[in-house]
């Protein structure tokens, strides 16, 4: 019997952590939420790691990869890290607690 995938990624691992900015704010209202994810993670493993660590149904996943900035120092030039993120669409009337605040109907 042989294993489909021989790499088995706990889901902790697959989800870095919640983007906080404002565009992810809003997008929370819609039932949207962003999250920095593992540059080697697909869109299927993402989905089953949010469900398995929120318990929440996952209707679609998004991803993008983002290239870091090159910015200009006194020394050269430098890099900022490169990162992926997946824009995770949660089903009607769920809900994920990731900032930290209660939401109010």
Do not use: C, H, W
């Amino acid at each position: 019997m042989t294993q489909l995938n021989s790499k088995i990624k706990d889901q902790r691992d697959i989800i870095l952590g919640p983007v906080v900015s404002e565009k992810s704010f809003e997008l929370a209202d819609q039932g949207k939420y962003t999250f920095k994810v593992q540059k080697n993670a697909n869109k299927t493993e993402i989905k089953n790691a949010v469900q398995s660590i929120f318990d929440v149904k996952v209707k679609s996943v998004n991803t993008l990869n983002r290239k870091g900035k090159v910015t200009r120092t006194r020394f050269g030039f430098g890099k900022r890290n490169d990162e992926k993120r997946a824009i995770v669409t949660v089903a009607a009337g769920e809900v994920i607690n990731v900032f930290g605040t209660e939401q109010v109907s």
